[in-house]
């Protein structure tokens, strides 16, 4: 069994030993800061002086792979936000979407859902299945295209020409802020990102996936909002492991982009 590490977050890396739960008590304002860290991870990266554990406001994203979250409890352990897997294709919604988008605003997690791109399928199709089946509620956070290369996909391994990839995700992206008045964020990961030039999709604010380094130091220094710091996260109240993110900037700085970007 690989070594379990303390994050420790809310100061620094810290002590050995699986995080315990801390008590949890009546849902709080949605999105509001959980008031204290208490994440763990069984294959922790030193990030040095620029890792997560500069940032206050962290969170996770989940899909079908962790299965009966108690969200009570992911909250009162420092979840404050979490992306939920929605849709992927044009045929396939998640199996535990609904149940997850119920429990979490139960719980005052901030959340949002996200769309993983299939590249053998066209752009407005795929958003016409992610609008039937995410709800436009007031409070949720803005909806994510997830843009990755697929060379495991048993059906679509294709690679597309950057200038066609970048139109594809216009066409998603638009058609997604139309329906829900957001302005949609883009994840992806460091091979995609530069392979092609996503930077010049538009304005969008992205969340990057860079675990071995902060992601400064990947992206070249270009703007980022949220970070997916490890995919080997442990969080009390989730099954197994997840991923772990978190916000670029202070708890004042997170409320300012809520109330900027929920409806």
């Not at 949002?112 to 299945?129: D, L, M, S, T, V």
Request: aromatic residues 12%; positive net charge; proline residues 8%.
């Amino acid at each position: 069994m690989r070594k379990i590490v303390s994050l420790c977050l809310a100061l620094t890396l810290a002590a050995c030993g699986a995080a315990p739960s801390v008590s949890t008590g009546p849902a709080p304002t949605l999105g509001t800061p959980a008031p204290r860290l208490n994440f763990a991870d069984t294959a922790p990266h030193d990030f040095g002086l620029r890792g997560p554990h500069g940032h206050p406001v962290h969170g996770i994203d989940a899909s079908r792979h962790q299965p009966a979250i108690d969200w009570r409890t992911a909250r009162a352990n420092g979840v404050t936000f979490a992306w939920l897997k929605a849709t992927e294709g044009g045929d396939i919604l998640d199996p535990a979407f609904k149940t997850n988008w119920r429990s979490a605003r139960r719980a005052g997690v901030a959340h949002g859902a996200y769309h993983f791109f299939y590249h053998c399928r066209p752009a407005a199709e795929q958003a016409r299945w992610f609008i039937r089946h995410v709800p436009r509620d007031a409070g949720a956070l803005p909806p994510v295209l997830d843009l990755e290369w697929t060379p495991f996909s048993p059906t679509c391994t294709v690679r597309r020409a950057p200038s066609v990839i970048r139109s594809e995700a216009r066409i998603f992206l638009d058609a997604i802020e139309t329906r829900y008045g957001q302005r949609p964020l883009i994840y992806t990961s460091i091979d995609f990102y530069r392979d092609n030039e996503l930077w010049r999709v538009g304005t969008y604010d992205f969340w990057l996936r860079s675990v071995a380094a902060h992601p400064d130091e990947l992206y070249g220094g270009r703007p980022w909002t949220f970070w997916q710091y490890s995919a080997t996260g442990a969080v009390p109240g989730i099954p197994g492991e997840v991923d772990l993110n978190t916000f670029n900037g202070n708890k004042a700085r997170w409320q300012a982009w809520l109330a900027a970007n929920t409806r």
